[in-house]
């Protein structure tokens, strides 16, 4: 199965109580279709005392089954909480987005993406800047006045 594939037969399951385990999700997704694969991920602090960081993945067979599970399973209750249940996406990077150790601006195409002016393209791509781009001054030609109100007669 292809990572594209896995992913969308994969669900997120957010809002878990601490006492569902491995096989409850199991069980609880199970009406939906052959369930592959569940994961509750560890939290990451060693220190930490609960089984899981409150959320997990439960991978189907097919595609159409984690459809069918979303729809029927959001914002159902679950050891009585409420959960999520969506489609997961995938895994970012550890030098992508929020987390990182990098600043946002500083990832490779980021500036480029989201450069509001010409000003900011050429300076993400290196180039001089060109005086002929450069706009007008809208502050040019009101240098006389620095009076306010009506000009007197």
Same mark, same amino acid.
């Given at each position: 199965? *292809? ?10 399951? =957010?809002? @878990? ?17 052959? $369930?592959?694969?569940?994961? @509750?991920? !560890? ?10 960081? /409150?959320? /997990? ?8 089954? +984690? !459809?069918? +599970? ?7 209750? %679950?050891? /009585?909480?409420?959960?999520? #249940? ?5 895994? &970012? ?8 150790? *990098?600043? #946002?601006?500083?990832?490779? =195409?980021? %500036?480029? &993406?989201?450069? $509001? ?15 002929? *781009? #450069? ?8 240098? /006389?006045?620095? #009076? +306010? ?5």
């Amino acid at each position: 199965m *292809t990572d594209a594939s896995r992913l969308k037969s994969t669900v997120y399951v =957010g809002g @878990l109580d601490n006492a569902v385990t491995v096989p409850i999700l199991h069980a609880a997704f199970l009406p939906f279709g052959e $369930v592959v694969d569940v994961s @509750l991920p !560890k939290p990451e602090a060693p220190s930490s005392r609960d089984p899981h960081r /409150g959320f /997990g993945y439960v991978e189907f067979e097919l595609p159409a089954d +984690a !459809k069918e +599970a979303i729809d029927n399973m959001n914002q159902s209750e %679950l050891f /009585g909480r409420v959960i999520k #249940v969506a489609a997961a996406k995938p895994q &970012k990077e550890a030098h992508e987005g929020l987390g990182s150790k *990098t600043a #946002v601006w500083q990832q490779e =195409g980021w %500036l480029a &993406k989201h450069a $509001v002016s010409e000003e900011d393209r050429l300076a993400a791509q290196g180039g001089a800047m060109n005086l002929d *781009t #450069v706009a007008e001054d809208p502050m040019q030609g009101l240098e /006389g006045l620095d #009076v +306010a109100g009506p000009k007197p007669e």
